[in-house]
């Protein structure tokens, strides 16, 4: 490989680690596709079984929902400015977009909290039908999945302070990024094949 | 909750079980300590991520889980021997065939083989270790740790009792409430992780690691059915984690998925279950049908017939095994639609397989056959397997199945496919690849003694059993009628042969080690790949100079020209990763984690989860770069192992 080569690709992929990592991490993806499609599909089956508890159509309201998807669409924004500032080899601004990132998803994650206490002070919980069952694990899935991705982030946040922009530290960014992408494009589909749906039916 | 409740009691089978836990134990710790071996089996093993050591825990592993799963086998047979026994009773007989299918398939099958996957890939493709070596080490501690959870069942808690496929309502908190069906469901969570990591680390490690020159359509065979079987595990095990996950929350937090209050659903277990449970039958097969592959070419002196179908119709399997799975439960009721496209889909992959079937018996035409024991196993494979997939073609027809279903022809059927394809290639992999193991061959003597007592068995137990279901014998009764008594009684003694031939293989094992020749040349069967191209012991790092892949049958083509792959001017240092106890602390925290689930010990599994997760943290702190090898060290260990030490004075 010439060295104009190695100056074209960016700084992650630029060792067999870091190419070995994040193809690795996409088939990651793919496995965690799978899990998600088998949740949605427990949702598809279990719609409608909602025994005595109130219907969703009853507690879904589109404005709640609507501001939570627009703070997770604008934090895969930033996330995605992150890793342009990182290729461009700026810690300080890349910091800065993670730090927005990071503090968008807290945000949704207390709005998506809030939700949740919000249903069951209605009475419709975990326990409370079938229905309620798969809402709840496909929701609380892709929460905990973005607490984990929050918890991740933030220790990496320390790494890029003590160590800049290394070939491993923008590998493990870049990588993060995939994830923070991929719970995205989970939520779009929780937002409109779970609440717009649940909301007019 | 009282000691009498947290352990088993009242049995004298499982007091004996207790006891033999304990002296098996106290005699270990008792030899460590009196040899001194503690440091050398925490440095050397359980810190290893060296993936030929992983690759030995896991076979010895699953051998102790065939061991125990067969010993579950032969209690079942016992009971059936005779009408109206009472060796067992109803309860233990429940919890024994439970926990037979569940550790044979998840604990012996998948394990055994990705021993051999560990062992043998990177071998094969020319690579010096897995693409995540850490990775491998937590997967290996993933399963064994789940092993061991699901196992001390049943002497603490009780185990479980709804059957391998824990069905729902049975297997939910209203009928099973205890901690026994929890045992199940952590205990596969746990391995199940790591099955799912070895899946993404074999298939990155087989995309990205090959040696030059081998593109996808050179790689040994045996890589292939590994690549395709990661492929199935990657896109299966997130199913079975899913429906797993479920019926956790079910019985510990009151969910109502599959229950029969709340307006759950109990069939949807069974889908999710087979969704995940059918792929997982090619999980054990395919990697099965790789190492028949090597073995049957190796020993026939031939070019494996058809090599590019043999993988079309891997592809092919693998693609179809995610459309078949409602044939596990025709009677259902889905309606005659629904039964038919899924009769048509499985009666399909009859087809590759028959390619496949037709390809070894092309490889062996008019060749000149030798008769090791590995390649015995793999010529008692083929008919044998054939009459398990061809009754498997009669339970695909959905208006017959409702005859055969739940019957033991069904029992025949899959126990045909299984153990004359999986068990059968798991020993013929293991005698083939056991030289560049342990560096000495298996004594062909016993081997052989051991092989016609295992197959001569096996088809006494399990031809009966095909009778005994066209005879009405329901599966899961512990009772038999008079009527069934022959042909069971038949079956029992065929049982018996098998645990002995098992027993001689393990005897083999120990002979071999005292008694066989310790083998030099590296390459003992005058094999083809390039597995056989390394010394024998294979040092840490696989290849000191990687080789350059021309064709397929790469070493039987340098053997052939007269060339090696060693080439002392080429040495470069070697990068090699340090060893690593988190895996380990990590997974028995995790198992620690489980175990407290089981008994629903909230808190205690939240300080687990927490434990675990600050492990992961402090992996993802930890900057370790591995250390190199250095040229001077590779000749050193290169000109030992190729027998000119003298030279290096």
């Given at each position: 490989?010439?060295?104009?080569?190695?100056?074209?690709?960016?700084?992650?992929?630029?060792?067999?680690?870091?190419?070995?990592?994040?193809?690795?991490?996409?088939?990651?993806?793919?496995?965690?596709?799978?899990?998600?499609?088998?949740?949605?599909?427990?949702?598809?089956?279990?719609?409608?079984?909602?025994?005595?508890?109130?219907?969703?159509?009853?507690?879904?309201?589109?404005?709640?929902?609507?501001?939570?998807?627009?703070?997770?669409?604008?934090?895969?924004?930033?996330?995605?400015?992150?890793?342009?500032?990182?290729?461009?080899?700026?810690?300080?601004?890349?910091?800065?977009?993670?730090?927005?990132?990071?503090?968008?998803?807290?945000?949704?994650?207390?709005?998506?909290?809030?939700?949740?206490?919000?249903?069951?002070?209605?009475?419709?919980?975990?326990?409370?039908?079938?229905?309620?069952?798969?809402?709840?694990?496909?929701?609380?899935?892709?929460?905990?999945?973005?607490?984990?991705?929050?918890?991740?982030?933030?220790?990496?946040?320390?790494?890029?302070?003590?160590?800049?922009?290394?070939?491993?530290?923008?590998?493990?960014?870049?990588?993060?990024?995939?994830?923070?992408?991929?719970?995205?494009?989970?939520?779009?589909?929780?937002?409109?094949?779970?609440?717009?749906?649940?909301?007019?039916? | 909750?009282?000691?009498?409740?947290?352990?088993?009691?009242?049995?004298?089978?499982?007091?004996?079980?207790?006891?033999?836990?304990?002296?098996?134990?106290?005699?270990?710790?008792?030899?460590?300590?009196?040899?001194?071996?503690?440091?050398?089996?925490?440095?050397?093993?359980?810190?290893?991520?060296?993936?030929?050591?992983?690759?030995?825990?896991?076979?010895?592993?699953?051998?102790?889980?065939?061991?125990?799963?067969?010993?579950?086998?032969?209690?079942?047979?016992?009971?059936?021997?005779?009408?109206?026994?009472?060796?067992?009773?109803?309860?233990?007989?429940?919890?024994?065939?439970?926990?037979?299918?569940?550790?044979?398939?998840?604990?012996?099958?998948?394990?055994?083989?990705?021993?051999?996957?560990?062992?043998?890939?990177?071998?094969?493709?020319?690579?010096?270790?897995?693409?995540?070596?850490?990775?491998?080490?937590?997967?290996?501690w993933s399963?064994f740790f789940g092993a061991m959870l699901f196992?001390v069942s049943?002497?603490i808690g009780?185990?479980?009792?709804?059957?391998?496929?824990?069905?729902?309502?049975?297997?939910?908190?209203?009928?099973?409430?205890?901690p026994?069906?929890n045992f199940?469901?952590l205990g596969?969570q746990l391995?199940?992780i790591?099955?799912?990591?070895?899946?993404?680390?074999?298939?990155?490690?087989?995309?990205?690691?090959?040696?030059?020159?081998?593109?996808?359509?050179?790689?040994?065979?045996?890589?292939?059915?590994?690549?395709?079987?990661?492929?199935?595990?990657?896109?299966?095990?997130?199913?079975?984690?899913?429906?797993?996950?479920?019926?956790?929350?079910?019985?510990?937090?009151?969910?109502?998925?599959?229950?029969?209050?709340?307006?759950?659903?109990?069939?949807?277990?069974?889908?999710?279950?087979?969704?995940?449970?059918?792929?997982?039958?090619?999980?054990?097969?395919?990697?099965?049908?790789?190492?028949?592959?090597?073995?049957?070419?190796?020993?026939?002196?031939?070019?494996?017939?058809?090599?590019?179908?043999?993988?079309?119709?891997?592809?092919?399997?693998?693609?179809?095994?995610?459309?078949?799975?409602?044939?596990?439960?025709?009677?259902?009721?889905?309606?005659?639609?629904?039964?038919?496209?899924?009769?048509?889909?499985?009666?399909?992959?009859?087809?590759?397989?028959?390619?496949?079937?037709?390809?070894?018996?092309?490889?062996?035409?008019?060749?000149?056959?030798?008769?090791?024991?590995?390649?015995?196993?793999?010529?008692?494979?083929?008919?044998?397997?054939?009459?398990?997939?061809?009754?498997?073609?009669?339970?695909?027809?959905?208006?017959?199945?409702?005859?055969?279903?739940?019957?033991?022809?069904?029992?025949?059927?899959?126990?045909?496919?299984?153990?004359?394809?999986?068990?059968?290639?798991?020993?013929?992999?293991?005698?083939?690849?056991?030289?560049?193991?342990?560096?000495?061959?298996?004594?062909?003597?016993?081997?052989?003694?051991?092989?016609?007592?295992?197959?001569?068995?096996?088809?006494?137990?399990?031809?009966?059993?095909?009778?005994?279901?066209?005879?009405?014998?329901?599966?899961?009764?512990?009772?038999?009628?008079?009527?069934?008594?022959?042909?069971?009684?038949?079956?029992?003694?065929?049982?018996?042969?098998?645990?002995?031939?098992?027993?001689?293989?393990?005897?083999?094992?120990?002979?071999?080690?005292?008694?066989?020749?310790?083998?030099?040349?590296?390459?003992?069967?005058?094999?083809?790949?390039?597995?056989?191209?390394?010394?024998?012991?294979?040092?840490?790092?696989?290849?000191?100079?990687?080789?350059?892949?021309?064709?397929?049958?790469?070493?039987?083509?340098?053997?052939?020209?007269?060339?090696?792959?060693?080439?002392?001017?080429?040495?470069?240092?070697?990068?090699?990763?340090?060893?690593?106890?988190?895996?380990f602390i990590m997974m028995a925290i995790l198992a620690f984690t489980g175990f407290a689930l089981v008994f629903e010990w909230i808190w205690l599994a939240v300080a687990g989860l927490i434990g675990a997760l600050v492990i992961?943290?402090?992996?993802?702190?930890?900057?370790?770069?591995?250390?190199?090898?250095?040229?001077?060290?590779?000749?050193?260990?290169?000109?030992?192992?190729?027998?000119?030490?003298?030279?290096?004075?």
């Open positions: 490989m010439s060295s104009d080569e190695m100056n074209v690709k960016p700084l992650e992929y630029q060792t067999e680690d870091g190419q070995m990592s994040i193809v690795g991490f996409w088939i990651f993806l793919a496995a965690e596709v799978v899990l998600f499609a088998t949740l949605f599909a427990t949702y598809a089956v279990l719609f409608g079984r909602y025994s005595d508890a109130p219907v969703p159509g009853n507690l879904f309201e589109a404005k709640s929902t609507l501001v939570m998807t627009l703070i997770l669409l604008t934090s895969s924004f930033t996330c995605g400015v992150a890793v342009f500032e990182m290729r461009r080899g700026s810690v300080k601004s890349l910091l800065i977009w993670l730090i927005i990132t990071l503090a968008l998803g807290l945000s949704f994650l207390g709005f998506e909290i809030s939700e949740f206490m919000h249903y069951a002070g209605e009475g419709a919980t975990l326990q409370s039908s079938a229905y309620w069952s798969a809402f709840f694990i496909l929701a609380g899935t892709h929460g905990v999945h973005v607490t984990f991705g929050i918890g991740w982030l933030m220790m990496l946040l320390i790494q890029l302070a003590r160590r800049g922009i290394t070939s491993v530290t923008s590998r493990k960014i870049f990588i993060i990024g995939l994830y923070w992408h991929f719970l995205d494009v989970v939520w779009i589909f929780i937002f409109t094949g779970v609440y717009l749906i649940g909301m007019v039916v | 909750m009282g000691l009498d409740e947290f352990f088993v009691t009242g049995e004298p089978l499982i007091y004996a079980g207790m006891v033999a836990i304990v002296l098996v134990s106290g005699a270990i710790i008792f030899l460590l300590t009196y040899f001194k071996k503690w440091k050398w089996l925490w440095r050397e093993w359980l810190t290893s991520v060296d993936h030929k050591k992983i690759g030995i825990m896991y076979i010895l592993s699953a051998l102790a889980m065939l061991f125990r799963a067969g010993t579950d086998a032969l209690m079942m047979r016992t009971q059936l021997a005779f009408p109206d026994m009472n060796f067992l009773d109803a309860q233990h007989y429940n919890e024994i065939f439970t926990t037979h299918g569940t550790i044979m398939i998840f604990f012996m099958a998948m394990p055994f083989l990705i021993g051999l996957m560990n062992i043998v890939v990177p071998l094969q493709i020319g690579a010096r270790d897995f693409a995540f070596p850490y990775v491998n080490a937590l997967s290996f399963f196992n049943f002497v009780g185990s479980p009792d709804a059957g391998w496929t824990s069905y729902t309502p049975l297997a939910g908190a209203a009928m099973s409430p205890g026994g069906q199940y469901l596969l391995s199940g790591g099955t799912l990591a070895t899946g993404i680390n074999l298939m990155v490690t087989i995309l990205k690691m090959r040696a030059p020159g081998m593109t996808l359509f050179k790689m040994p065979i045996f890589t292939w059915s590994t690549l395709i079987t990661s492929f199935i595990i990657t896109f299966a095990f997130p199913i079975l984690t899913v429906a797993l996950a479920l019926m956790t929350v079910d019985r510990i937090f009151g969910s109502q998925f599959f229950t029969l209050t709340g307006e759950g659903l109990p069939m949807m277990w069974a889908n999710l279950f087979w969704m995940w449970g059918h792929p997982e039958v090619y999980i054990v097969i395919l990697p099965a049908f790789g190492i028949f592959s090597e073995v049957i070419a190796t020993f026939a002196k031939k070019r494996l017939f058809g090599y590019n179908v043999m993988v079309w119709s891997l592809i092919l399997i693998a693609g179809l095994s995610f459309l078949v799975w409602v044939h596990h439960f025709f009677t259902m009721g889905a309606g005659a639609f629904v039964n038919s496209v899924f009769s048509v889909s499985t009666m399909a992959i009859a087809v590759p397989t028959g390619v496949k079937i037709f390809n070894w018996l092309a490889t062996l035409y008019k060749s000149k056959i030798k008769t090791t024991t590995a390649m015995m196993w793999a010529l008692a494979f083929i008919p044998s397997f054939t009459i398990g997939g061809i009754t498997g073609v009669m339970l695909g027809m959905a208006a017959a199945d409702y005859q055969f279903h739940n019957s033991y022809f069904l029992i025949a059927h899959f126990h045909y496919v299984l153990v004359a394809g999986t068990v059968f290639g798991c020993f013929a992999g293991l005698v083939y690849w056991y030289p560049k193991m342990f560096g000495h061959t298996l004594n062909e003597r016993i081997g052989k003694w051991s092989f016609w007592l295992f197959v001569i068995g096996f088809h006494v137990c399990f031809l009966p059993q095909y009778f005994l279901g066209l005879d009405g014998m329901p599966r899961r009764v512990f009772h038999v009628v008079p009527e069934w008594f022959n042909l069971n009684v038949i079956s029992t003694i065929g049982a018996f042969g098998m645990g002995l031939g098992f027993a001689v293989f393990v005897y083999n094992i120990y002979y071999s080690y005292r008694h066989s020749e310790r083998e030099k040349t590296g390459d003992p069967w005058d094999a083809r790949t390039l597995e056989w191209a390394t010394t024998t012991p294979v040092p840490e790092y696989n290849f000191a100079v990687i080789p350059h892949v021309k064709s397929h049958d790469a070493y039987w083509d340098m053997k052939q020209k007269g060339e090696t792959i060693y080439d002392e001017s080429k040495l470069e240092p070697i990068h090699m990763p340090n060893s690593t106890g988190r895996p992961m943290g402090i992996r993802s702190f930890d900057y370790d770069e591995g250390y190199h090898i250095s040229v001077e060290d590779i000749k050193r260990t290169e000109r030992s192992a190729r027998g000119q030490s003298h030279e290096l004075r």
